[in-house]
């Protein structure tokens, strides 16, 4: 990694409860650390623990982040949602957004591209996730989904410096199978050309996302283009999640 600082993301998913995060307190000890400090490592849990999970945290160098919101940005008649406007209030600081398996269920381009603006109104930061399909990837057309998903998801957006971009190949979540280096790197900078020429921003930060683990991170690590990776089965184990942050800094 050529960046000073790397951000180490768990997405828990549908996964957690309070004892769970009682069992993260080494990660929180690692993140005082003096080696550790300069990262950022944020547990993005369910929005029925981010309250939790804030109190928890918010005297150390960890940071809370929701999974996805409401498109609307004001409060409303929305029975079962969530709004940014409610994130925020929970301390949380950091935001999933247009995470593949929302995709699966129906969300669109233009609804991420809602939801990006009304947590940017928040100030909340950003974790925005593109990615291509197994037929996707098949049919040589991950340059062409690339595109599409970050063009309509970040249209009219015009400040960049609270966006970061996830790159999770599909075909890679919790599958155990990972895109070779050279091909990870050739569609990282993809996404890099995408927003260079859209003149979205040169140094926006990606990360990688999809089965990343305690074997895999160092090889991962040596992939310049990445500042980090956004984690989920393996966020949930506090040992694994350590592992992955040593090996990927080392
Ligand atoms: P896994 O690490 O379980 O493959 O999940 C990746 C992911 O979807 C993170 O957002």
Known sequence: MTNNYMYFIANWKMHGNIADINKTSSVTKLSRLKKFKKHKIIYCPPYTLLKNFYNKVKNSNLSIGAQNCHSNSDYGAFTGSVNAKLIKSTGAKYIILGHSENRNNGETDLTINKKIKAALKENLKIIFCVGEQLSEKRKNNTHKVLKKQLTLGLKNIKKFNNIIIAYEPVWSIGTGVLPKNLELSKNVNSIKKI??????????KILYGGSVNP???KELSKIKEISGFLIGGSSLNSKKFIDIIKKSTN
Do not use: E, G, V
């Not at 927003?195 to 926006?204: A, D, G, H, V």
């Open 215 to 217: 074997k895999n991170a």
């Open 195 to 204: 927003l260079t020429k859209s003149k979205k921003s040169k140094n926006i």
